[in-house]
């Protein structure tokens, strides 16, 4: 089967859920799925979820969950760059099916790493792996490489009349 290249992109809301929902239908067929998570480092529900199915979905935070905004930190960039090394890593062994990079995007506009990071991983994606590269703000490069981008435009949203996210729903 050939691996094709999607990016999940915008400033609406969804791009993490589409991309563990992805995740879900391909353990479901029995692919084997690697998660990599840039910036949240944490127990989040969707992370108990897909515990359930940790023989095929192998999740890994490389962010340190202190960084959003302003300037990343020493640590911060190098919890991403040892992110980077080891997804080199798994897309070189190519025992995975589908690797996500979750908020890959993200992270490029946040200063951990470079664009060009990203597209060094596009270039020695193995045929048969499936690479879904998650975030607002997507390089239009990376864009460009892609063989799916979809772009999240919210329209609407309750958090804009101060609804907190809430658990099982929002995180």
Do not use: W
Request: proline letters at 2%.
């Amino acid at each position: 089967m050939k691996g094709y290249i999607q990016v999940y992109t915008g400033d609406g809301k969804g791009k993490t859920t589409a991309a563990l929902g992805l995740s879900l239908r391909a353990a479901g067929a029995g692919l084997k799925v690697f998660i990599a998570q840039f910036i949240k480092m944490g127990d989040y529900s969707e992370l108990k979820a897909l515990n359930r199915f940790s023989d095929l979905i192998t999740v890994e935070q490389y962010g340190l969950g202190q960084f959003i905004k302003g300037k990343p930190s020493i640590e911060d960039i190098d919890a991403a760059i040892k992110g980077l090394k080891e997804i080199q890593a798994v897309l070189m062994e190519a025992r995975h099916d589908v690797v996500i990079l979750e908020e890959a995007n993200v992270a490029v506009t946040c200063g951990l790493f470079s664009a060009d990071d990203i597209l060094r991983l596009i270039a020695i994606k193995p045929e048969t792996v499936e690479l879904i590269i998650t975030g607002r703000g997507a390089d239009p490069r990376i864009i460009e490489k892609a063989d799916l981008v979809t772009e999240m435009m919210c329209i609407k949203h309750y958090n804009d009349t101060g609804v907190q996210a809430r658990i099982g729903i929002e995180k």
